[in-house]
């Protein structure tokens, strides 16, 4: 019983709290641990992706190079469809205007001896049949006139 009554409540106190400090510093050095290896996994991960990567990332690079080098191209060759196409419109518009005057002049000289020879045959009058197909040639030559000028669109 002497044992006992040396102790009292503090030194009781103590030896828990000093139980209690190696528990927890044995958890903290057990946590650690798996810390560490936690961190030589994801360094090793790390390094492994890092390996992997670079030549991906270069392979990349290279791919979109050569993909910039044909979309270079694909803009010379629209670039070149372009001018041909703006070249194509020269020529069609520079036919156009040499073929416009001149289907105007004979459909106009069409539909003036067609009402002139009908003003003819009704009326049996060459000046009267003459001035009808005059003025028949001049309106048909009017309205080509007023097609071409709207673009061709129906009357």
Known sequence: MALAAEFDSLDV???ALSVFLVLVGLALAYVLFRLGGTVRRL?????GLESEVLPLVNKAGGTVDRVNIQLDKVDRVTDSAVD???????????????ITKPVQKISGLVQGIAHGTAALRTRR???KA???????????????EE???RGGEAV
């Open 13 to 15: 106190l103590w030896i």
């Open 43 to 47: 360094t090793s991960f790390i390094q």
């Open 84 to 98: 041909a196409a703006d070249s194509l419109d020269t020529a069609v518009r520079a036919v156009t205007l040499a």
């Open 125 to 127: 009058d060459v000046r």
């Open 130 to 144: 003459f001035e009808t197909g005059r003025e028949a040639a001049a309106r048909r030559e009017h309205e080509i």
């Open 147 to 149: 097609e071409l000028e």
